[in-house]
């Protein structure tokens, strides 16, 4: 694409991730376009593009931080303005998507995913690219194409790279649930796998609200109430889960423990496992992930732990982290983003991008 650039693209950016931003630029071979995002004195978001979009193909670049509110309004805001200036296409380059982890329901709460894509499509977006959702099935909540680009690749490529005896490692699922991910990893990579279960993990709270209150026993007890006979006394209650203690299925003894996940943010759990790993005669301790949210103390507790690296791309900035904890390693992919944004340009297929990925990844 550096030969001919195109003159219907345009490549605006966000203030989330500019370093991202002129990483994909520059492998494209293309200009940023003039657009200002700022805040006023009120804390409102404004955005003036200085330049005519008419009937052109735009892609905003815009990743979620610590700062998810701000940055949603943004990505919302310069989309609207590039639909009321008649822009062609608007595509959302979207490394990670905010409030993709709140895609279930929980008791009384709500499926924020589902309002974010939702509100998404309503500011104008054709096209969304986005990489390592929490859950696949999120991209059934946009009412436009979405492409869920993969950084295993990318993470793969560093361990044979990067750890040299990376023969005699396992790869550690975190939890039960994200062992179908642990199996993809270590299936190409041709390595043994290991679970970890009974982690220790935040229950789900068991507040008192309605839905819990058991029916009445004795009839008439509360004149606001009505009782439903369904042929048995009390209606049956679950069991109350009992989590065992925590154990490691398979063996990590004398060799590389390289545990993988979508995400790292909070690091307390990942602290846990590696301990556990450690007492099991794990000599070496590696955590890989797409996205390094790493909040509040996580470096410090990365530091401190038996970890020896947390590997994560770059579809966050975390620069200020690396600078707290030098076990911190960062996995470009911008020329996987710069790839996607040429070939839906050029009208390509974009099958070559998630050639021999699975579903599990």
Known sequence: MNDSVPSDIVLLSGNSHPEMTNLIANRLGIKLATCSVYNKSNRE????????????????????????????????????????????NIVGVIPYLPYC?????????????????????KAGFTHVI?????????????????????????????????????????????NPG??????????????????IHGEQKESESD???????????????????????????????????????????GDVGGRIAIMVDDMIDDVESFVAAAEILKERGAYKIYVLATHGLLSSDAP?????????????TNTIPHELQKMQCHKIKTVDISILLAEAIRRIHNKESMSYLFKNV???D
């Open 300 to 312: 410090r507790l990365i530091e401190d732990s038996p970890i020896d690296e947390v590997v994560v």
């Open 178 to 195: 994200s062992a179908k991910k642990a199996t993809s990893y270590a299936e190409r990579l041709r390595l043994g796998i290991a679970v």
């Open 358 to 360: 699975t579903l599990e």
């Open 45 to 88: 978001t404004v955005v003036e593009i200085g330049e005519s979009i008419r009937e052109k193909n735009v892609y905003i670049i815009q990743t979620g931080t610590k700062d998810v509110n701000n940055n949603i309004m943004e990505l919302l805001i310069m989309a609207y303005a590039c639909k009321t200036s008649s822009a062609k």
């Open 101 to 121: 982890k709140q895609s279930k329901m929980r008791k009384r709460g709500s499926i924020v995913s589902k309002l974010v894509a939702k509100m998404i499509v």
């Open 130 to 174: 986005t990489m390592d959702l929490n859950q696949k099935e999120i991209q059934g909540f946009f009412d436009c194409p979405v492409d869920n680009l993969r950084a295993s690749p990318f993470l793969l490529q560093y361990v044979q790279d990067s750890i040299p005896d990376y023969r005699n490692a396992v790869i550690v699922s975190r």
């Open 207 to 249: 507040m008192v609200d309605g839905r819990y209150s058991p029916p009445p026993v004795t009839k008439g007890s509360n004149p606001h109430c009505f009782t439903v006979d369904i042929g048995m006394p009390v209606v049956p209650s679950n069991l109350p889960k009992e989590k065992p203690p925590i154990n490691v299925v």
